[in-house]
């Protein structure tokens, strides 16, 4: 028998309690019993969001959160301006395009944060851009932008909307959507939330609300404007995905029991763990400024290909971590510390690395990069 440890960046593991609670006898999404539900749900996650927007909870995985933040606040031909530093940088830019939006991108070199200056520059340079898209954490280096920064330069152009794929970085990141002048804000179920996949979340703010109203492009399942009105009744627009709304619920109670600071703090002890851990093994970090709490994104060792070491992790000790995209395929793997996760999941991560890279001819002594983890992990 081989045990399994989920240590991917998504889908994350689902705590029992929150299992339990999904596994109740089905409820009609019209009926009065879920009033009250879906109400929990729609305050809790403006007190996880940290805003007073609303928060649209849609049926769908992250991405439809993402396709929706373009097509209900835009228009074809508008220019949008697109921080590129990876996979999910690059899905900015497709979505985008596929909608018409014509799209100037601020590429960012993979493993480094985008500096708010640039963003600046470009604003300043073209103020025809509507809108700046960037990730929070860019799952794919391991990298976390500084959305702070870029709100403090975003807000000083009226016309611009600020609008931010926050779907890994939710939960492990201090994210605080009103105070840093995010415009929208998109999360997603199978990340820090502990949840299936399954279920985009994104909050809107008034003058995100404003542009709306210009906006031609076609929209019918992504409707945000129906979703807000039937939002307010405690109702989704279409059939709600009922049970995982309920999970939902029960994972937000676990949250606010914790107390967020709390929580962010929990992510970042886990997330320097692991990097203490690694730079002690006598490898290289892939994020070389501002590594996410979220991921981290592990060099591999020279003569090591990344995805070997991915796959052996899985199919002979069970950890299930994620391998390199794209141009960092082969170079790098990954191990996430996100949502329901703790000290011995860094410890079982760690170890089992240890095991595969010996056993893949690296030179090292087992116990390196454990004894580096419990240091810290014992603070």
């Known amino acids: 028998m081989l045990k399994r440890y989920l240590l991917a960046p998504g889908p994350t593991p689902v705590p029992p309690e929150v299992l339990l609670s999904m596994a109740m006898p089905m409820i009609h999404h019209r009926a009065p019993d879920f009033v009250p539900i879906l109400d929990s749900a729609k305050k809790g996650l403006q007190w996880l969001f940290q805003t007073k927007n609303d928060v649209l909870i849609l049926c769908s995985t992250g991405t439809g959160g993402m396709v929706g933040a373009v097509n209900n606040f835009f228009n074809p031909g508008e220019k949008a301006l697109v921080v590129n530093g990876g996979k999910f940088g690059e899905r900015w830019t497709k979505i985008c395009r596929a909608y018409g939006l014509a799209v100037e991108e601020v590429p960012v070199e993979w493993g480094y944060s985008i500096k708010a200056g640039a963003v600046e520059s470009a604003l300043k340079k073209d103020p025809a851009i509507k809108a700046v898209f960037v990730q929070a954490t860019e ?125 962010f703090k929990r992510h970042a002890r886990l997330a320097n763990a692991t990097r203490a851990a690694v730079k002690a093994m006598g490898l290289g970090i892939y994020s070389k400024e ?18 070997l070491i991915y796959k052996n992790l899985r199919e002979k000790y069970g950890v299930t971590g994620a391998g390199g995209q794209d141009k960092a395929k082969g170079k790098i793997f990954r191990l996430a510390h996100l949502g329901y996760a703790d000290t011995f999941d860094v410890i079982t991560g760690i170890a089992a690395l240890e095991m595969v890279l010996k056993e893949l001819g690296y030179n090292m002594k087992l116990g390196t990069g454990v004894a580096a983890a419990q240091e810290i992990l014992m603070q």
């Open 139 to 263: 799952t794919s280096t391991g990298v976390y932008h500084d959305i702070e920064g870029l709100g403090k330069v975003i807000r000083n152009y009226k016309d611009t909307l600020f609008i931010v794929d926050a779907i890994s970085a939710l939960v492990a990141q201090d994210l605080r959507t009103d105070e840093w002048g995010i415009d929208l804000m998109i999360g997603g179920s199978q990340k820090g939330l502990m949840l299936p996949p399954g279920l985009a979340f994104v909050s809107v703010s008034e003058k995100a609300w404003k542009k709306s109203e210009s906006s031609k492009m076609p929209k019918f399942y992504f409707n945000f404007k129906k979703e807000r009105e039937t939002l307010a009744k405690n109702q989704t627009n279409f059939t709600s995905a009922v049970t995982l709304i309920i999970g939902l619920n029960e994972a937000i109670k676990m949250l606010q029991s914790e107390g967020l600071e709390n929580v």
């Open 290 to 307: 501002s590594p996410s709490n979220s991921v981290t994104a592990i060099e591999a060792p020279a003569g090591i290909d990344g995805q």
